[in-house]
């Protein structure tokens, strides 16, 4: 009878939350940083991400030719930008999920302007659906999926938390893992401290996620003055030793789960717009290639998306970081020749894709 009242408070406390306080996202709550904040949950661009409890935020589901920020996008049941529910694997379908953050993602690929919403190029596609489209092409007789597992400002430490909770039941093929800007940009706090992804702060959030009571409290006791981490000096949100460890647990997990994988070195326009910024990611870079070269795991470094073709490379990309659509058709390319090159594809007959 004490549990069944006590359970009975708790529902009438949340229904009169419901009833008498205005709605309060979970997105608002988990996005505590500053640099977090610009990226996902101000009010121009939290269009289209919401609350996660594991990684704070994701996509929204079911988002049916959304407009976010000139990029034109739909996304799955599953939160994932693809036109197909994803869940367990159909029987001999072969299934590549490409890891990563907005490059992955393919910001502003294509690119719309929101008073012309209709007015855009549909073949210019990520490199996720390139590949996609060009091994359905050449294998008219197999089932295959490609598919990112990728969202705008995500790091290593994100990528890595969201491969070790659904890799067991994706049961992909082949994981292909890129990351970069994100884990250089600087915050006041790194993400091992603001994600953390320990059981009793996940715990937190998903309960927060799901109750508009606890999230009132929430704000209220956060209004209040509850404790709050102090503010340290800007660091990188994950740093040099820790990107480099994150790519080797994501190769691990990769093949402890049957998977082959790739490691793209991420895309960097030039040296000359952020000199500080552009070193980082040359020696994150540098750091990357020699761990995957001394653990023998496929690595794919494409000269003209880096810096060091920063002359010259300026066809390949929107802005300072993201490729455009024909810096994803190089990607697609260049993937495609190395997988042909090292036969990681298995049965499957690997297209010649011109950029």
């Not at 994803?86 to 502003?108: E, M, N, Q, W």
């Not at 060009?134 to 990528?159: C, D, W």
């Not at 190769?251 to 070193?279: C, F, M, W």
């Not at 929107?318 to 298995?346: D, F, V, Y």
Request: charged share 20%; net charge neutral; aromatic share 10%.
């Amino acid at each position: 009878m004490i549990y069944a009242v006590f359970l009975l408070l708790l529902i009438s406390i949340e229904v009169v939350t419901r009833l008498t306080l205005p709605h309060l996202a979970s997105l608002d709550l988990f996005v505590s940083t500053p640099q977090q904040q610009m990226q996902v949950a101000n009010p121009q661009q939290s269009a289209i991400f919401e609350g996660d409890p594991l990684l704070l935020w994701r996509l929204k589901p079911n988002l049916n030719h959304a407009i976010w920020d000139f990029t034109v996008l739909s996304t799955n049941a599953q939160s994932i930008r693809a036109d197909y529910p994803i869940g367990a694997k159909p029987a001999g379908t072969f299934r590549i999920i490409c890891l990563g953050d907005s490059v992955t993602f393919g910001y502003r690929v294509p690119p719309v302007w929101p008073d012309k919403p209709n007015d855009y190029n549909p073949d210019w596609l990520p490199y996720p659906m390139l590949l996609e489209k060009e091994l359905r092409k050449a294998n008219p007789n197999r089932s295959i999926e490609v598919f990112p597992m990728a969202v705008p400002g995500y790091t290593t430490h994100q990528g890595l938390a969201w491969l070790r909770r659904d890799i067991a039941k994706l049961k992909p093929d082949m994981v292909i893992a890129s990351f970069g800007w994100n884990d250089v940009s600087v915050s006041d706090l790194p993400d091992r401290e603001t994600i953390s992804t320990r059981w009793f702060p996940v715990a937190g959030r998903w309960l927060i996620d799901h109750s508009q009571a606890i999230a009132h409290a929430t704000r209220w006791y956060h209004a209040r003055g509850g404790p709050t981490k102090a503010v340290k000096t800007p660091v990188p949100r994950v740093s040099e030793m820790e990107y480099v460890e994150n790519f080797r647990a994501i190769v691990k997990l990769a093949r402890d789960h049957g998977a082959s994988v790739i490691v793209i070195g991420a895309p960097y326009r030039d040296s000359k717009t952020n000199p500080t910024e552009a070193q980082l990611m040359t020696r994150y870079r540098a750091a990357l290639k020699a761990a995957m070269q001394e653990s023998q795991t496929p690595y794919l470094e494409i000269l003209e998306l880096t810096e060091a073709a920063g002359s010259v490379n300026q066809g390949f990309f929107g802005e300072l970081i993201h490729p455009n659509h024909m810096g994803h058709r190089l990607m697609a390319s260049e993937l495609l020749e190395m997988m042909s090159q090292q036969h990681l594809l298995g049965d499957l007959k690997v297209p010649e894709f011109v950029p």
